[in-house]
């Protein structure tokens, strides 16, 4: 099972700040690396796939890079609407896995 | 709009079984794969299993194998999650979601997710 490590657990930010999580495999992903966004009470939303392209209606403040084994989501200027958990997930090999999640917190 | 409303849950004792469904709609739900993925309380998401466009491509979860079966029926635009054997581990909401890419197999890209239904595991 291809385990995925997020750092860190939890983030302080403000609005305005700019913003990287990180997203580690224990194995390489190639490129098919997910993240999702879970605000409370919320099912999650999926950002981006295949590591580097948004999902529909996503805003471009949203970034990500990365292969193999080394990823990572980019918030430009936070917005106050981004408080949220944020959990990669991969699909590259079964059982699909998905990351222990970053919480967004002020 | 793409939907998917879940029911069937509740609570149940160990070891009984219970039937959760994913009415879906705002797409042609038979070209797409499905997926179960559930939560624990306050914890992180856990993949359940997949289910491809055509019903014939499944796939489980280790904690979950055996125990559980996903199905579908495409003429009603319905996904089933059958659990038995249920355990306070299994103790969850589950969600179900649809894949991004019409007729892949396997599917894997878990794209829009439904409000989730919650299962309770008790004595």
């Known amino acids: 099972e291809i385990v995925l490590t997020q750092s860190p657990a939890t983030l302080s930010v403000s609005p305005g700040d700019r913003v990287t999580l990180s997203c580690r495999a224990s194995?390489?992903?190639?490129?098919?690396l997910a993240w999702y966004q879970q605000k409370p009470g919320q099912a999650p939303r999926l950002l981006i796939y295949d590591t580097s392209y948004r999902a529909t209606d996503i805003p471009a403040r949203f970034s990500a890079s990365g292969s193999e084994t080394d990823f990572s989501l980019t918030i430009s200027r936070l917005d106050p609407e981004d408080f949220a958990v944020y959990y990669c997930?991969?699909?590259?090999?079964?059982?699909?896995?998905f990351g222990g999640g970053t919480k967004v917190e002020t | 709009q793409v939907q998917l409303l879940g029911s069937g849950g509740g609570v149940v004792q160990p070891g009984r079984s219970l039937r959760l469904s994913c009415a879906a709609s705002g797409f042609t739900f038979r070209t797409f794969g499905m997926h179960w993925v559930r939560q624990a309380p306050g914890k992180g998401l856990e993949w359940v299993g997949t289910?491809?466009?055509?019903?014939?491509?499944?796939r489980y979860a280790d904690s979950v194998r055996g125990r559980f079966t996903i199905s579908r029926d495409n003429s009603n635009d319905t996904l089933y999650l059958n659990m038995s054997g249920l355990r306070p581990e299994d103790t969850a909401l589950y969600y179900c979601?649809?894949?991004?890419?019409?007729?892949?197999?396997?599917?894997?890209?878990?794209?829009?997710w439904g409000q989730g239904t919650l299962v309770t595991v008790s004595p």
């Open positions: 997930q991969q699909r590259s090999d079964w059982p699909l896995t």
């Open positions: 979601a649809k894949d991004r890419h019409p007729l892949q197999k396997p599917a894997t890209l878990i794209d829009f």
């Open positions: 289910i491809s466009y055509d019903g014939r491509d499944k």
């Open positions: 194995q390489s992903v190639s490129r098919y």
